[in-house]
Nanobody, 124 residues
């Protein structure tokens, strides 16, 4: 069992930066691939970024590539999402999620555990 708690959201102007954190409980955090998803009002939850258990591989949606960076610290049971050059269209609730060995990193249905989300609002 893994419990996830996101933090770091807030209101920022376009072009600004935020760093989201996701703290995990459970002894097996380091064995999970961790993902970030977001959901804007009236839209489906979409993939943003993911990082494998070792941190050796990272994946990004085209819409955030070059602006967002996902990282993890297994000693602290925490995964991060550094968001730079934020745009109004990045406004959404951001969720972290944990996935076991099976399934695709791209599909939200393949993730086993989810946090409660943190709001990110980017003003123009």
């Amino acid at each position: 069992q893994v419990q996830l708690v996101e933090s770091g959201g807030g209101l920022v102007q376009a072009g600004g930066s935020l760093r989201l954190s996701c703290a995990a409980s459970g002894r097996t955090f380091s064995s999970y691939t961790m993902g970030w998803f977001r959901q804007a009002p009236g839209k489906e939850r979409e993939f943003v970024a993911a990082i494998t258990w070792s941190g050796g591989s990272t994946y990004y949606a085209d819409s955030v590539k070059g602006r967002f960076t996902v990282s993890r610290d297994n000693a602290k049971n925490t995964v991060y999402l550094q968001m730079n050059s934020l745009k109004p269209e990045d406004t959404a609730v951001y969720y972290c999620a944990a996935k076991g060995v099976y399934g695709s990193i791209w599909y939200r249905s393949d993730y086993d555990y989810w946090g409660q989300g943190t709001q990110v609002t980017v003003s123009s």
